[in-house]
């Protein structure tokens, strides 16, 4: 089946409940908790109590002396305090009481899961594309992108836009969670578009990303205490190193040798089938049942491609950047990437994706736009290619975002 019939029409099938994208609890909408405003000056209002589902899920009782949840009908939004009569509109979790955006919860949002094995650069496209949303890419769809709680932004500057995009230090390898337990990145991509008869509407998009490491992935314990978050994405974006995939590093002249102390587990197959194990688990899929939920997978690091690749190769070329999706190009791209997986001995590949999802794509990426230098950033610093693609993909399968095919030429041939 081509990509083309594959594609065909967005779909947006309807969510009647909020999935909590800190510890995935479902709730329906209605009946999602309040927390009170708390006193501030002379407003009167509760005092803070110790939050001890919060901290149980924060494994701290910092920060977690808060005002009381409660729960109401909170018609529109907002709902009074049984306790202080404030009014409020703040919304949490009612398992883990970690907050929920109003629009979160008024229009839910879809979890898109972020795989990939060791050397994949997980922790360097999260850095970048997040940057990306807020900027570039971000401007061009009229969207913007807020993190939902404090957590999450002393994080990101932190761990991954600090060291990577300000100091220019590569990213070090992610420790296993056994060892570094991490918390998820979460983001809330909200756009706000004109429909028919001038109405306005907004989507959203609850953007949870995990920095897993590799044998994280490799292990069933650590799968499922840690990456419980696959069973509840309504997507994923599996990051693939080319260099992993047989018949690669042979065909590049400016591959570094294979790593002698890699386990056949740790081949991009083997990790994709094991979330695949865990996909089928929680949809109850029968044996020959493809799954329904949307998968994007990416080579990253395609800039060590680059010398091997036709001038005319739809790897070289950037997006239009007009705010759509054009689609004859998202083909051009699947079919690129899907020879050169069967050029390498790697078919098998495009096949398992082909008899385990209904809907997948293939992308070619590059973070950091070129090859590093003695653990930093090349020269030219941070210059990612193509690397928002995947997320554009599934903004489109989401109805988020327009497709259009016959774009203008202007957008071709220009360089990575």
């Known amino acids: 089946m081509s990509l083309a019939s594959r594609v065909g029409l967005p779909k947006a099938p309807a969510r009647q409940a909020v999935t909590c994208p800190y510890c995935f609890a479902v709730a329906p909408a209605h009946r999602i908790p309040f927390r009170c405003r708390g006193q501030a000056g002379r407003r009167a209002g509760c005092a803070p109590v110790l939050d001890e589902r919060l901290a149980a899920y924060t494994g701290s009782a910092a920060g977690a002396s808060l005002p009381p949840v409660f729960a109401a009908p909170g018609r529109g939004g907002r709902a009074d305090c049984p306790a202080c009569g404030q009014p409020t509109g703040s919304r949490v979790c009612g398992e883990c009481h970690n907050p929920l955006p109003s629009a979160y919860c008024e229009a839910p949002g879809r979890i898109v899961a972020l795989v990939g094995a060791k050397n994949a650069g997980k922790s360097t496209y999260i850095a970048v ?13 009229d969207a913007s992108l807020v993190a939902c709680d404090d957590r999450t932004i002393e994080r990101y500057k932190r761990d991954f836009a600090r060291p990577l995009l300000e100091e220019r230090r590569l990213l070090p390898t992610t420790a296993s969670a056994a060892t570094s337990p991490r918390e998820p990145l979460v983001y809330l991509l909200t756009r706000t578009r004109r429909g028919r008869f001038a109405r306005e509407r907004t989507d959203s998009l609850a953007l949870v990303l995990f920095d897993t490491a590799g044998e994280d992935l490799r292990s069933r314990e650590l799968r499922d205490l840690h990456l419980r978050y696959l069973e509840a994405a309504d997507s994923i974006i599996f990051l693939v190193d080319p260099l992993e995939l047989p018949g690669a590093g042979a065909a590049l002249t400016a591959a570094p040798p294979p790593d002698s102390d890699a386990e056949p587990d740790s081949e991009p197959v083997n990790i994709i089938a094991r979330v695949t194990e865990a996909l089928r688990a929680r949809h109850g899929t029968r044996p020959g049942e493809r799954l329904e939920v949307p998968v994007a997978v990416a080579l990253t690091k395609i800039d060590v491609l680059a010398p091997e690749l036709a001038r005319q190769s739809a790897l070289h070329r950037s997006r239009s950047g007009s705010g759509v999706l054009d689609l004859d190009d998202r083909d051009a791209v699947h079919e690129q990437v899907r020879s050169l997986l069967h050029d390498w001995q790697a078919g098998r590949l495009e096949t398992y994706l082909g008899q385990q999802y209904a809907d997948f794509a293939l992308f070619g990426l590059s973070a950091l736009g070129g090859v590093p230098e003695n653990g930093r950033v090349g020269a030219g610093g941070v210059r990612p290619h193509r690397a928002e ?16 095919r016959g774009a203008a030429e202007g957008a071709r041939g220009r360089g990575a």
């Open 389 to 404: 693609d995947p997320l554009l993909w599934l903004l489109y399968r989401f109805g988020m975002l327009d497709g259009t």
């Open 129 to 141: 594309l997040l940057h990306e949303l807020m900027n570039r890419v971000g401007t061009e769809l």
